[in-house]
Protein backbone atom coordinates (compact mmCIF):
# COMPACT_ATOMS: atom_id res chain seq x y z
CA UNK A 1 0.00 0.00 0.00
CA UNK A 2 1.48 3.47 -1.05
CA UNK A 3 0.53 4.43 2.31
CA UNK A 4 2.48 2.42 4.23
CA UNK A 5 5.45 2.62 2.33
CA UNK A 6 5.63 6.34 2.60
CA UNK A 7 4.96 5.65 6.21
CA UNK A 8 8.75 3.21 5.89
CA UNK A 9 10.70 5.57 4.41
CA UNK A 10 9.84 8.35 6.92
CA UNK A 11 10.78 5.14 10.08
CA UNK A 12 13.80 4.74 8.22
CA UNK A 13 14.98 8.10 7.60
CA UNK A 14 14.34 8.31 11.40
CA UNK A 15 16.02 5.17 12.32
CA UNK A 16 19.05 6.31 10.39
CA UNK A 17 18.99 9.56 12.46
CA UNK A 18 19.32 7.95 15.55
CA UNK A 19 21.67 5.63 14.52
CA UNK A 20 24.23 8.84 13.73
CA UNK A 21 23.98 9.84 16.83
CA UNK A 22 24.19 7.35 19.43
CA UNK A 23 26.28 5.27 17.98
CA UNK A 24 28.83 8.19 16.24
CA UNK A 25 28.46 6.45 13.03
CA UNK A 26 26.67 6.94 9.49
CA UNK A 27 27.28 4.83 6.83
CA UNK A 28 25.27 4.58 3.34
CA UNK A 29 25.57 2.14 1.22
CA UNK A 30 26.63 2.81 -2.43
CA UNK A 31 26.81 1.22 -5.15
CA UNK A 32 29.47 3.22 -7.22
CA UNK A 33 32.71 5.91 -6.76
CA UNK A 34 33.00 6.79 -9.96
CA UNK A 35 30.49 9.94 -9.54
CA UNK A 36 31.97 10.69 -6.22
CA UNK A 37 34.35 13.70 -5.31
CA UNK A 38 33.73 13.98 -1.55
CA UNK A 39 35.51 15.20 1.52
CA UNK A 40 34.97 13.90 5.00
CA UNK A 41 34.59 10.75 7.48
CA UNK A 42 33.34 7.42 9.44
CA UNK A 43 32.96 2.90 9.58
CA UNK A 44 35.28 0.60 11.39
CA UNK A 45 35.14 -3.48 12.37
CA UNK A 46 37.52 -5.86 13.42
CA UNK A 47 39.75 -7.79 11.73
CA UNK A 48 43.64 -8.41 12.61
CA UNK A 49 45.77 -8.54 9.23
CA UNK A 50 47.29 -11.66 9.61
CA UNK A 51 49.00 -13.96 7.13
CA UNK A 52 46.82 -16.12 5.27
CA UNK A 53 47.80 -19.50 3.23
CA UNK A 54 45.48 -20.69 -0.26
CA UNK A 55 43.03 -23.07 -1.07
CA UNK A 56 40.00 -23.08 -2.94
CA UNK A 57 38.04 -23.81 -5.57
CA UNK A 58 37.04 -21.20 -8.35
CA UNK A 59 34.78 -20.79 -11.20
CA UNK A 60 35.52 -17.30 -13.44
CA UNK A 61 32.24 -15.82 -14.71
CA UNK A 62 31.16 -16.31 -18.53
CA UNK A 63 33.02 -13.54 -20.84
CA UNK A 64 29.70 -11.90 -21.51
CA UNK A 65 28.99 -11.67 -17.85
CA UNK A 66 32.55 -10.46 -17.33
CA UNK A 67 32.57 -8.07 -19.92
CA UNK A 68 29.00 -6.23 -18.37
CA UNK A 69 30.72 -6.33 -15.11
CA UNK A 70 33.59 -4.01 -16.35
CA UNK A 71 31.29 -1.94 -18.62
CA UNK A 72 28.80 -1.37 -15.46
CA UNK A 73 31.62 -0.72 -13.64
CA UNK A 74 32.19 2.11 -15.05
CA UNK A 75 35.67 1.01 -17.03
CA UNK A 76 36.07 -0.44 -20.67
CA UNK A 77 34.85 -4.11 -21.71
CA UNK A 78 37.81 -6.07 -20.85
CA UNK A 79 39.23 -9.67 -21.53
CA UNK A 80 37.55 -12.22 -19.32
CA UNK A 81 40.60 -12.37 -17.04
CA UNK A 82 40.57 -8.36 -16.37
CA UNK A 83 37.75 -9.48 -13.35
CA UNK A 84 36.44 -11.24 -10.23
CA UNK A 85 33.70 -13.83 -11.16
CA UNK A 86 30.24 -13.24 -9.55
CA UNK A 87 29.61 -16.15 -7.54
CA UNK A 88 31.77 -19.18 -5.80
CA UNK A 89 31.86 -22.55 -6.77
CA UNK A 90 32.69 -23.81 -3.37
CA UNK A 91 31.20 -21.29 -0.45
CA UNK A 92 33.56 -22.15 2.86
CA UNK A 93 30.88 -20.30 5.04
CA UNK A 94 27.60 -20.97 5.50
CA UNK A 95 26.76 -16.96 5.59
CA UNK A 96 27.66 -16.67 2.03
CA UNK A 97 25.78 -20.20 1.30
CA UNK A 98 24.42 -19.23 -2.56
CA UNK A 99 25.26 -15.59 -2.39
CA UNK A 100 26.90 -13.56 -5.13
CA UNK A 101 30.10 -12.28 -4.31
CA UNK A 102 29.59 -8.34 -3.48
CA UNK A 103 31.38 -6.10 -5.32
CA UNK A 104 34.50 -7.38 -7.72
CA UNK A 105 38.21 -6.32 -8.56
CA UNK A 106 39.03 -5.97 -11.75
CA UNK A 107 42.66 -4.65 -13.91
CA UNK A 108 43.59 -1.78 -16.18
CA UNK A 109 45.03 -1.72 -18.91
CA UNK A 110 48.29 -1.12 -17.08
CA UNK A 111 47.96 -4.41 -15.30
CA UNK A 112 47.02 -2.20 -12.00
CA UNK A 113 44.43 -2.96 -10.15
CA UNK A 114 41.31 -0.16 -10.10
CA UNK A 115 40.87 1.10 -7.10
CA UNK A 116 37.21 1.58 -6.73
CA UNK A 117 34.38 1.18 -4.19
CA UNK A 118 33.90 -2.48 -5.41
CA UNK A 119 37.39 -2.99 -4.69
CA UNK A 120 36.44 -2.58 -0.53
CA UNK A 121 33.13 -4.24 -1.23
CA UNK A 122 34.70 -7.08 -2.25
CA UNK A 123 37.35 -7.64 0.49
CA UNK A 124 34.00 -6.88 3.42
CA UNK A 125 31.91 -9.65 1.76
CA UNK A 126 35.11 -12.15 2.45
CA UNK A 127 36.07 -11.02 5.74
CA UNK A 128 32.15 -11.11 6.60
CA UNK A 129 32.40 -15.04 7.08
CA UNK A 130 34.94 -14.28 9.93
CA UNK A 131 32.44 -15.22 12.44
CA UNK A 132 32.50 -18.57 11.25
CA UNK A 133 35.70 -19.30 10.30
CA UNK A 134 39.00 -17.68 10.59
CA UNK A 135 40.05 -14.31 9.38
CA UNK A 136 43.14 -16.35 7.22
CA UNK A 137 40.80 -18.60 6.04
CA UNK A 138 38.49 -15.89 4.91
CA UNK A 139 41.62 -14.18 3.82
CA UNK A 140 43.25 -17.14 1.54
CA UNK A 141 39.52 -18.07 0.17
CA UNK A 142 39.77 -14.05 -1.23
CA UNK A 143 43.33 -14.33 -2.31
CA UNK A 144 42.69 -17.46 -4.24
CA UNK A 145 39.86 -16.17 -6.16
CA UNK A 146 42.07 -13.27 -7.30
CA UNK A 147 44.83 -15.17 -8.44
CA UNK A 148 42.65 -17.85 -10.22
CA UNK A 149 41.08 -15.03 -12.48
CA UNK A 150 43.59 -12.30 -12.46
CA UNK A 151 46.95 -13.90 -11.30
CA UNK A 152 49.50 -13.79 -8.85
CA UNK A 153 50.49 -10.13 -9.21
CA UNK A 154 47.12 -9.22 -8.54
CA UNK A 155 46.80 -11.28 -6.28
CA UNK A 156 49.89 -9.68 -4.88
CA UNK A 157 48.51 -6.11 -5.11
CA UNK A 158 44.99 -7.31 -3.09
CA UNK A 159 47.43 -8.14 -0.23
CA UNK A 160 49.12 -4.87 -0.13
CA UNK A 161 45.28 -3.23 -0.45
CA UNK A 162 44.49 -5.70 2.03
CA UNK A 163 47.25 -5.28 4.85
CA UNK A 164 46.87 -0.91 5.21
CA UNK A 165 42.62 -1.55 4.95
CA UNK A 166 42.99 -4.02 8.17
CA UNK A 167 45.53 -2.09 9.72
CA UNK A 168 42.85 1.46 9.39
CA UNK A 169 39.87 -1.21 10.74
CA UNK A 170 42.01 -2.29 13.53
CA UNK A 171 42.79 0.95 15.13
CA UNK A 172 39.46 2.45 14.08
CA UNK A 173 38.09 -0.19 16.61
CA UNK A 174 40.40 0.91 19.65
CA UNK A 175 38.88 4.02 18.82
CA UNK A 176 35.32 3.61 18.87
CA UNK A 177 36.20 1.56 22.33
CA UNK A 178 36.83 4.75 24.01
CA UNK A 179 34.51 5.65 26.96
CA UNK A 180 31.70 8.41 26.34
CA UNK A 181 29.41 10.29 29.32
CA UNK A 182 26.41 8.12 30.67
CA UNK A 183 23.60 8.10 28.19
CA UNK A 184 21.83 10.23 30.98
CA UNK A 185 24.49 13.00 30.96
CA UNK A 186 24.66 12.77 27.19
CA UNK A 187 22.83 15.90 25.46
CA UNK A 188 22.20 16.52 21.90
CA UNK A 189 24.95 18.73 21.65
CA UNK A 190 27.37 16.67 23.54
CA UNK A 191 26.66 13.59 20.92
CA UNK A 192 27.21 15.96 17.91
CA UNK A 193 30.31 16.97 19.12
CA UNK A 194 31.35 13.80 19.69
CA UNK A 195 30.24 12.43 16.95
CA UNK A 196 32.13 15.10 14.61
CA UNK A 197 35.25 14.42 16.81
CA UNK A 198 35.31 10.50 16.14
CA UNK A 199 34.58 11.04 12.20
CA UNK A 200 37.84 13.05 12.44
CA UNK A 201 39.56 11.09 13.84
CA UNK A 202 39.02 8.09 11.79
CA UNK A 203 39.53 10.25 8.71
CA UNK A 204 43.20 10.88 10.35
CA UNK A 205 43.28 7.30 10.77
CA UNK A 206 42.71 5.94 7.06
CA UNK A 207 45.16 8.94 5.86
CA UNK A 208 47.64 7.49 8.09
CA UNK A 209 47.05 3.92 7.27
CA UNK A 210 46.30 3.81 3.62
CA UNK A 211 46.97 5.58 0.31
CA UNK A 212 45.06 8.72 -1.13
CA UNK A 213 44.05 6.90 -3.85
CA UNK A 214 42.70 3.72 -1.50
CA UNK A 215 40.84 6.25 0.79
CA UNK A 216 39.07 8.03 -1.74
CA UNK A 217 37.75 5.14 -3.36
CA UNK A 218 36.68 3.23 -0.12
CA UNK A 219 35.43 5.97 1.75
CA UNK A 220 35.25 9.23 -0.62
CA UNK A 221 30.96 9.23 -0.83
CA UNK A 222 30.69 7.75 2.79
CA UNK A 223 33.14 10.73 4.15
CA UNK A 224 30.88 13.36 1.83
CA UNK A 225 27.57 11.68 3.16
CA UNK A 226 28.86 12.23 6.65
CA UNK A 227 29.85 15.87 6.21
CA UNK A 228 25.87 16.11 5.27
CA UNK A 229 24.35 14.62 7.94
CA UNK A 230 26.81 16.65 10.26
CA UNK A 231 25.80 19.76 8.93
CA UNK A 232 21.98 19.01 9.21
CA UNK A 233 22.56 18.16 12.25
CA UNK A 234 23.97 21.36 13.21
CA UNK A 235 21.28 23.68 10.80
CA UNK A 236 18.51 21.40 13.12
CA UNK A 237 20.55 22.18 16.53
CA UNK A 238 20.15 25.52 15.80
CA UNK A 239 17.47 27.79 18.09
CA UNK A 240 18.02 30.86 15.95
CA UNK A 241 17.35 29.46 12.80
CA UNK A 242 13.30 29.25 11.64
CA UNK A 243 12.02 26.16 9.54
CA UNK A 244 11.95 27.89 6.71
CA UNK A 245 15.52 28.62 6.75
CA UNK A 246 16.55 25.13 8.50
CA UNK A 247 14.77 23.22 5.26
CA UNK A 248 16.66 25.81 2.61
CA UNK A 249 20.45 25.42 4.42
CA UNK A 250 19.67 21.54 4.25
CA UNK A 251 18.48 21.42 0.77
CA UNK A 252 21.54 23.03 0.00
CA UNK A 253 23.84 20.58 1.47
CA UNK A 254 22.03 18.12 0.09
CA UNK A 255 22.75 19.71 -3.47
CA UNK A 256 26.11 19.21 -2.75
CA UNK A 257 26.24 15.81 -2.61
CA UNK A 258 27.61 13.57 -4.89
CA UNK A 259 24.68 12.70 -7.66
CA UNK A 260 24.73 8.66 -7.06
CA UNK A 261 24.22 9.84 -2.80
CA UNK A 262 21.91 12.79 -3.57
CA UNK A 263 19.57 11.56 -5.98
CA UNK A 264 18.33 8.87 -3.03
CA UNK A 265 18.34 11.76 -0.18
CA UNK A 266 16.23 13.63 -2.61
CA UNK A 267 13.90 10.50 -2.85
CA UNK A 268 13.67 10.18 1.03
CA UNK A 269 13.49 13.54 1.55
CA UNK A 270 10.21 13.76 -1.08
CA UNK A 271 8.78 10.45 -0.20
CA UNK A 272 9.34 12.37 4.17
CA UNK A 273 6.79 15.60 2.71
CA UNK A 274 4.47 13.15 0.86
CA UNK A 275 3.98 11.35 3.56
CA UNK A 276 3.70 14.47 6.22
CA UNK A 277 0.90 15.95 3.80
CA UNK A 278 -1.00 12.17 3.72
CA UNK A 279 -0.79 12.47 7.48
CA UNK A 280 -2.52 15.82 7.83
CA UNK A 281 -4.96 14.66 5.15
CA UNK A 282 -5.77 11.75 7.01
CA UNK A 283 -7.12 14.27 9.92
CA UNK A 284 -9.70 15.66 7.67
CA UNK A 285 -13.20 15.74 9.19
CA UNK A 286 -15.17 13.90 6.24
CA UNK A 287 -14.18 12.09 3.14
CA UNK A 288 -14.60 14.86 0.77
CA UNK A 289 -12.09 17.13 2.83
CA UNK A 290 -9.49 14.46 2.25
CA UNK A 291 -10.28 14.25 -1.71
CA UNK A 292 -10.07 17.75 -1.81
CA UNK A 293 -6.52 17.96 0.18
CA UNK A 294 -5.46 14.76 -1.75
CA UNK A 295 -6.13 17.32 -5.16
CA UNK A 296 -3.84 19.70 -3.67
CA UNK A 297 -1.25 17.36 -4.54
CA UNK A 298 0.27 15.58 -7.11
CA UNK A 299 -0.76 12.02 -6.62
CA UNK A 300 -1.52 9.42 -8.68
CA UNK A 301 -5.33 8.23 -9.53
CA UNK A 302 -3.77 4.84 -8.01
CA UNK A 303 -2.05 6.49 -5.31
CA UNK A 304 -5.79 8.66 -4.25
CA UNK A 305 -7.16 5.49 -4.18
CA UNK A 306 -4.88 3.81 -1.90
CA UNK A 307 -5.33 6.61 0.63
CA UNK A 308 -8.86 6.88 0.46
CA UNK A 309 -9.29 2.99 1.17
CA UNK A 310 -6.50 3.26 4.04
CA UNK A 311 -8.90 6.49 5.10
CA UNK A 312 -12.47 4.05 5.10
CA UNK A 313 -10.58 1.78 6.97
CA UNK A 314 -9.43 3.81 9.58
CA UNK A 315 -12.77 5.13 9.89
CA UNK A 316 -14.43 2.08 10.17
CA UNK A 317 -11.90 0.73 12.41
CA UNK A 318 -12.73 3.99 14.44
CA UNK A 319 -16.25 3.02 15.04
CA UNK A 320 -15.85 -0.57 15.70
CA UNK A 321 -13.59 0.61 18.64
CA UNK A 322 -15.63 2.37 19.88
CA UNK A 323 -18.63 0.50 20.02
CA UNK A 324 -15.62 -2.00 21.72
CA UNK A 325 -14.64 0.35 24.26
CA UNK A 326 -17.93 1.41 25.44
CA UNK A 327 -18.85 -2.37 25.96
CA UNK A 328 -15.68 -3.41 27.98
CA UNK A 329 -16.37 -0.46 30.38
CA UNK A 330 -19.27 -2.11 31.24
CA UNK A 331 -17.51 -4.90 32.86
CA UNK A 332 -17.93 -4.28 36.49
CA UNK A 333 -15.93 -6.75 37.55
CA UNK A 334 -12.58 -8.06 37.46
CA UNK A 335 -13.37 -11.52 37.56
CA UNK A 336 -12.64 -13.53 34.26
CA UNK A 337 -12.24 -9.61 32.68
CA UNK A 338 -9.88 -10.17 30.30
CA UNK A 339 -11.33 -13.74 29.47
CA UNK A 340 -14.53 -11.44 28.50
CA UNK A 341 -12.20 -8.95 26.59
CA UNK A 342 -10.56 -11.08 24.30
CA UNK A 343 -14.39 -12.12 23.50
CA UNK A 344 -14.92 -8.88 22.42
CA UNK A 345 -12.09 -8.16 20.59
CA UNK A 346 -12.59 -11.49 18.23
CA UNK A 347 -16.35 -9.80 17.99
CA UNK A 348 -15.40 -6.51 16.86
CA UNK A 349 -12.20 -6.87 14.97
CA UNK A 350 -11.84 -9.89 12.14
CA UNK A 351 -8.17 -10.04 11.39
CA UNK A 352 -5.09 -10.16 13.87
CA UNK A 353 -3.91 -6.87 12.26
CA UNK A 354 -6.92 -5.20 13.80
CA UNK A 355 -6.67 -6.76 17.02
CA UNK A 356 -3.04 -5.73 17.73
CA UNK A 357 -4.22 -2.58 16.78
CA UNK A 358 -6.79 -2.29 19.25
CA UNK A 359 -4.69 -4.11 22.28
CA UNK A 360 -2.26 -1.32 21.41
CA UNK A 361 -4.78 1.66 21.42
CA UNK A 362 -5.82 -0.09 24.90
CA UNK A 363 -2.41 0.89 26.09
CA UNK A 364 -2.25 4.36 24.94
CA UNK A 365 -5.69 4.43 26.77
Known sequence: ?????????????????????????????VENAHDAQPEAAPSPASFPAQA???????????SSAIVAANTAAGGEAASPLRVTPQRLTEYFSPTLEGTDIDGHIRLGNDGRIVLELQVKDFIDYFLSASDEVTPEVAIAEMLKVVE????????????QILDSYLSYKEQAMALMAQPMLPRAQQTPE??????????????????????????????GLEEAYEDYSLASMKVQL????????????????????????RHTEERIAEDSQRSEAIFKAMQASDEAELRAQLDRH?????????II??????????????????????????KNREEIKERLLRQYFQSEEEITQARVRDLSG
Not at 7 to 28: E, I, M, Q, R, Y
Not at 148 to 158: F, K, M, N, W
Not at 298 to 306: I, R, T, V
Open 1 to 29: MFYLKLKKHVLVVVVLCAAALLALLLTPQ
Open 52 to 62: ASREAVIEASD
Open 148 to 159: ASLGEDASAQVM
Open 190 to 219: YQLQAMESTLLELRSLRRATMSPQAVEAFF
Open 238 to 261: DESLAPQQKAQMISYYRSQLPDVI
Open 298 to 306: DYSAEQKQE
Open 309 to 334: DFYRAQQDFDKRYAAYAAQLATIDTQ
